[in-house]
């Protein structure tokens, strides 16, 4: 656990903001968020800015739960740990696995390590009445010559706060596959796929659709991020809502 002062270390800054935003046609949308941010420097360096949803009702307190959740996931790096406490108690148990590490070696070797690195960053890409999209990107270092870093979008039922896989406002796969296959080829010269897959995560913003491929998701193509936007009026055929 983190002694007081390291308690103190952790900067907790709530930004309140109010998000107004029209989409799609759609009914102007108020749901406020603010920011936590964190950061812990002791030993290992973690650092957390994730949205907040504000309020005390089932959607906020849903939204917040599963934001939470994913957060403490991504900072765990034992499978035997618990990561159902608070951020303090995730970033206790990183730092706690990594002095472990350290102190395996003889003094020149800890000189020489390169300290832990984990952070999270949140932002709210999208909000109507109907689909909020959150994009959440991760990296971790625990010691490599490079870490490894991810997005994923999180994306939430706005009336209830459940979070919604990106199948279930989409009307058919399939036919999806099909166009974005050809979009993807159009956008990204020189490059045709035998078996082209959907990415792992798709979000919104206010243009249009993200499609979004991590590192290794396209294999013998890049080891690098991979995105693209197809504006709404080119895919809205496509969704079930938005």
Request: glycine content about 4%; charged content about 25%.
């Amino acid at each position: 656990m983190l002694d007081n002062i390291t308690y103190k270390r952790l900067k907790t800054i709530v930004l309140s903001l109010t998000i107004s935003l029209f989409f799609s046609c759609e009914e102007e949308v108020n749901l406020a968020f603010s920011e936590i941010n964190i950061l812990e420097e002791k030993d290992a360096v973690v650092e957390i800015n994730i949205p907040k949803a504000e309020g005390d009702d089932a959607i906020c307190s849903s939204i917040n739960s599963i934001l939470g959740a994913y957060t403490n996931n991504a900072l765990n790096i034992d499978s035997g740990n618990n990561v159902k406490g608070t951020f303090e108690e995730t970033i206790a148990q990183f730092n706690s696995s990594y002095l472990k590490f350290r102190n395996q070696m003889n003094e020149e070797q800890q000189l020489e390590l390169t300290p832990w690195e984990a952070g999270v960053d949140g932002e709210v890409t999208y909000q109507s009445n109907r689909v909020i999209s959150i994009a959440m990107n991760t990296y971790l270092n625990t010691g490599g010559i490079h870490g490894t870093s991810k997005v994923s979008f999180l994306n939430f039922d706005a009336s209830t706060g459940n979070q919604i896989q990106y199948n279930e406002f989409i009307k058919d796969k399939n036919e999806l596959k099909k166009f974005l296959k050809l979009y993807f080829e159009k956008e990204v010269e020189s490059i045709s796929f035998d078996d082209f897959k959907l990415p792992e995560t798709i979000g919104l913003n206010e243009e249009g659709v993200i499609i979004l491929y991590n590192a290794n998701e396209i294999p013998s193509y890049t080891d690098n991020l991979t995105e693209f936007i197809v504006p709404f009026d080119e895919i809205e055929h496509f969704l079930k809502t938005y």
